[in-house]
């Protein structure tokens, strides 16, 4: 697969940066002005881009009462249908360009989660330049085949998925020559516990599937998406709310635009942070060592005095003999006379 790919003019993938996408999923609460400043307010908290649902009730589900769908798994949603959740949290088709529009006009990238094809089409003419696909999807293959068939950058969640089912989505894309897929490690929990997350995970996927790889992330907080970049992933991806207070089937386990903002800072520093591999000491650290230790002369010295372990000793700075050479100077006699405090040098040793 592609180390690297082109998401709309950026560069996604190992070494590139974390590409932070805000999910506006249902949080625009079924209101058009909500969902333009939820917009705004991710582009303000640093996010690269912002992500849309692309579904109705009756594309994603089928308007029924009967025990298939009723939802009573212990989610924040039991107690309704699934027909009935989507009814509140689909984002109307019709808003769809006019939010991708505003968003480029912010300098984000928007694009979608299709959960049809038919969502794939409507999205094909908005000319979106990725598409994500949920985990619940991941296992649908010949809706994998169509999105990638379409040639743009897949980015997949694995969240309900074993790992026979995530290599069946890669070769899905593969049969369809489209060799721009990252994975993002995800747990469908919502909110997830921690203890459920296993960001060890991460670094095994791009070495297992050799692809780029990301979090889809549904804890609270920023920790585990900071700690997932310092552990290689090269996409982050938070719902997006402006508070969890206004409600939403998703306002739960979504981040407000503070605390967006604060993961988006802590990402960047570790990026920073995590530089290369290299031994090779800074400016500043090589300043530093003049305050290590060094072998000095700490009582006055006779010419032909023997330098002993009471007259000269390993302490701070660092502007005389390296101390790994004592054995070497003790037993020796001085050159000529030397004060105390004077650092210890060869030229003074006979």
């Not at 743009?152 to 790992?163: D, L």
């Not at 780029?212 to 992933?233: C, F, K």
């Amino acid at each position: 697969m592609n180390k690297i790919i082109n998401i709309n003019g950026v560069k996604v993938g190992e070494g590139q940066k974390t590409f932070i996408i805000a999910e506006m999923s249902a949080n625009h609460n079924q209101n058009f002005d909500r969902a333009v400043e939820i917009i705004k307010a991710a582009k303000k908290a640093g996010a690269d881009a912002i992500k849309l649902q692309t579904y109705t009730p009756d594309t994603i589900t089928f308007d029924s009462d009967n025990e298939y769908f009723q939802i009573k798994q212990g989610t924040i949603w039991d107690g309704t249908t699934l027909h009935k959740l989507y009814e509140t949290a689909y984002t109307p088709w019709e808003w769809q360009p006019k939010l991708k529009k505003i968003a480029e006009e912010e300098g984000l990238i928007c694009f979608s989660s299709p959960f049809d094809n038919t969502a794939v089409d409507f999205l094909e003419n908005l000319e979106v330049p990725a598409y994500k696909i949920a985990s619940f999807e991941l296992t649908d293959i010949p809706f994998v085949e169509y999105i990638a068939s379409k040639g743009k950058p897949v980015i997949m969640s694995t969240g309900i998925a074993e790992i026979g089912e995530i290599y069946e989505a890669i070769d899905a894309c593969r049969r369809m020559n489209n060799e721009n897929v990252i994975l993002l490690k995800c747990s469908s929990s919502y909110p997830s516990p921690f203890e459920d997350i296993n960001l060890k995970t991460i670094p095994n996927m791009r070495e297992t599937f050799d692809c780029s790889v990301g979090l889809s992330d549904h804890t609270m907080g920023n920790s585990v998406g900071t700690a997932a970049v310092a552990l290689g992933a090269s996409v982050i991806e938070k719902h997006f709310t402006l508070s969890r207070n206004d409600g939403g089937p998703d306002s739960a386990f979504s981040m407000e635009p503070e605390e967006f903002y604060d993961m988006v800072k802590n990402i960047r520093e570790v990026e920073k942070a995590l530089g290369k591999v290299t031994y090779e000491l800074t400016e500043k650290q090589k300043n530093s060592r003049q305050h290590s230790r060094s072998l000095f002369v700490i009582k006055d010295i006779k010419k032909g005095e023997i330098f002993t372990n009471e007259n000269i000793k390993s302490i701070r700075p660092a502007f005389g003999l390296q101390t790994k050479y004592i054995k070497d100077v003790i037993g020796k006699k001085a050159k000529l006379d030397v004060k105390k405090g004077t650092p210890l040098a060869w030229s003074l040793v006979e």
